[in-house]
Nanobody, 125 residues
Framework: QLQLVESGGGLVQPGGSLRLSCAAS????????IGWFRQAPGKEGEGVSC????????VYAASVKGRFTISRDSAKNTVYLQMNSLNPDDTAVYYC??????????????????WGQGTQVSVSS
């Protein structure tokens, strides 16, 4: 059973950086696309970024493109989301999620079916 655990959230000032981690246990992530999603109070959930199982592609929401970078460390069975130039609009609970996809490319529009518990990111001065 694949389990995902996010970490790395916290409080940061505008312009600051955080790196979120999505650590997997139970199963290797080698055949899974991994997506990062966020949910802010009073707003709809938003797909932030994804990375395909074989690193064939990455996708970024327009709101984070150029500021966030997703990456995968196969040896650690972990996916990271490096977030730079953070602003208050980035405040949300961030979740990572997986979907079995050993051959395809990732998209944020698919139904990811395994989710972590989330980590809070707060951007405020």
């Amino acid at each position: 059973q694949l389990q995902l655990v996010e970490s790395g959230g916290g409080l940061v000032q505008p312009g600051g950086s955080l790196r979120l981690s999505c650590a997997a246990s139970g199963v290797t992530l080698a055949n899974y696309d991994i997506g990062w999603f966020r949910q802010a109070p009073g707003k709809e959930g938003e797909g932030v970024s994804c990375i395909s199982s074989k690193n064939l592609n990455t996708v970024y929401a327009a709101s984070v493109k150029g500021r966030f970078t997703i990456s995968r460390d196969s040896a650690k069975n972990t996916v990271y989301l490096q977030m730079n130039s953070l602003n208050p609009d980035d405040t949300a609970v961030y979740y990572c999620a997986s979907i079995w996809d050993p051959f395809g490319i990732c998209t944020l529009r698919r139904q990811y079916n395994n989710w972590g518990q989330g980590t809070q990111v707060s951007v405020s001065s």
